[in-house]
Nanobody, 124 residues
Framework: QVYLVESGGGLVQAGVSLRLSCAASGLTAASAIMGWFRQAPGKEREFVAAIRWSDENTYYRGSMKGRFTVSRDNANETVYLQINSLNTEDTAVYYC?????????????????WGQGTQVTVSS
């Protein structure tokens, strides 16, 4: 059984940084792609970034490049999403997701496993 548990969200002021964590268990790390998505109120869930566990290759949604950094800690089986210079448009529930295979995908439907999400609220 695969479990993904996100943490690190909260209410923050615009301009600060935040690091979200996703603790993973039950995955075969060598064949896992870990993705971060977010869903703002009234909007569809959108891709943020992903990392291939085996070689740490990363991919970002175009508009996310620069402020978002995805990384992983192999020893702790944890994936991170660092968000810098938060603004109110970053307010959303952030989800960690996993899929098996080699290709990094931006599509929600390509991910097999999901965490429960962590709320990030940015105040101006």
């Amino acid at each position: 059984q695969v479990y993904l548990v996100e943490s690190g969200g909260g209410l923050v002021q615009a301009g600060v940084s935040l690091r979200l964590s996703c603790a993973a268990s039950g995955l075969t790390a060598a064949s896992a792609i870990m993705g971060w998505f977010r869903q703002a109120p009234g909007k569809e869930r959108e891709f943020v970034a992903a990392i291939r566990w085996s070689d740490e290759n990363t991919y970002y949604r175009g508009s996310m490049k620069g402020r978002f950094t995805v990384s992983r800690d192999n020893a702790n089986e944890t994936v991170y999403l660092q968000i810098n210079s938060l603004n109110t448009e970053d307010t959303a529930v952030y989800y960690c997701a996993a899929r098996t295979g080699w290709s990094i995908s931006m599509s929600v439907s390509d991910y097999d496993y999901w965490g429960q999400g962590t709320q990030v609220t940015v105040s101006s």
